[in-house]
């Protein structure tokens, strides 16, 4: 199972650093952008690593919820007979829907911290945007509207990119 998901694992990252340099290079191209890059990746590298830790524990807090709803189904499947015999499918069903229930809750814990993070990536690259434009509207005399309008793309283009490379 690793051996299969360990390649494409490795190769969707490396289209994503490969997507968020270009797109990085290419926002460059904008003169005084490329201050703020440092800034960016010191905030897209402590984002990474809050975000890190969080995945990591609810990944061990599903691999607990699931624990009992395994060991449940395959006792369940060991008394098979005796549990039709006894006429305890009923107890069993509700049993295994509960167990269900509070499997999933981590999943869902999990599905919500991925929106969080993809908010405050959106938030991050809103805050870049409107530092370019505040920069384009003070020093519009001399900034060139070619290059501006060539930057902006790239650079909500790369939040994208971003997501990919830390989910990655």
């Not at 919820?65 to 060991?71: E, G, S, T």
């Amino acid at each position: 199972m690793t051996d299969g998901e360990l390649p494409n694992a490795l190769i969707g990252e490396a289209i994503s650093a490969s997507g968020a340099v270009v797109g990085a290079l290419m926002s460059a191209s904008a003169s005084f952008l490329p201050a703020s890059i440092p800034a960016v990746l010191g905030a897209v590298y402590a984002i990474q690593k809050v975000c890190l830790r969080m995945f990591r524990q609810i990944r061990l807090l599903d691999l607990e919820a699931k624990a009992p709803l395994h060991c449940h189904f395959a006792k369940t499947l060991d008394g098979l007979v005796s549990i039709g015999a006894f006429g305890w499918v009923d107890n069993f069903q509700e049993q295994h829907l509960r167990l269900l229930d509070q499997s999933q809750k981590p999943h869902y814990l999990l599905f919500c911290v991925q929106r969080w993070f993809q908010v405050v990536l959106d938030l991050l690259v809103a805050g870049l945007v409107a530092l370019l434009l505040t920069i384009v509207v003070q020093l519009r005399a001399s900034v060139n509207p070619g290059l501006v309008g060539f930057g902006l793309p790239n650079i909500v283009s790369i939040n994208v990119n971003l997501a990919d490379l830390i989910k990655q």
